[in-house]
């Protein structure tokens, strides 16, 4: 027994397995495919008409501006594949973080469960759009 064990069990584990390792890759690689499909979300969107550039800047360094008036769709496919990612990380990490708790002290890791969900709900706002 352990020190300080209350049912008598004994901890056989020695720190993070291979499968929590596994887990926070996951969500890691999942959370990063997040972040970039924010990034091109906002290279995507159209510009704010009510922001009126300096156009010194501009001439200045020969540079010509143009105001984008329209979604950018290539970016728009980008984005959804971006969330496709996401979203079969967060069910995999998931499928994983269930097949190892097992101990009461085990939990499931919040941060996959948002994962999953926010990358379906942007899923399904592409597809309804």
């Known amino acids: 027994m352990t020190k300080g064990s209350k049912n008598g069990f004994v901890e056989r584990r020695r720190g993070r397995d291979l499968l929590l390792r596994i887990i926070s890759g996951l969500g890691i690689a999942g959370w990063a495919s997040m972040l970039v ?3 091109v979300f906002d290279r995507a969107r159209p510009d704010d008409p009510t922001f009126i550039p300096n156009a ?7 540079i010509p ?7 950018d769709q290539d970016l728009l496919t980008s984005i ?3 969330l496709i990612a996401g979203l079969v990380l967060g069910i995999i990490g998931l499928a ?3 097949r190892r708790r097992r101990r009461r002290d085990d ?11 926010i990358s379906a709900v942007g899923i399904l706002y592409y597809l309804i759009s």
């Open 96 to 98: 994983i973080n269930a």
């Open 80 to 82: 959804l594949y971006l």
């Open 107 to 117: 939990y499931y890791r919040i941060h996959l469960v948002l994962l999953t969900a």
């Open 65 to 71: 501006y143009h105001l984008q008036t329209a979604w």
């Open 37 to 39: 499909a924010m990034i």
């Open 56 to 62: 010194r800047i501009f001439d200045r360094n020969g």
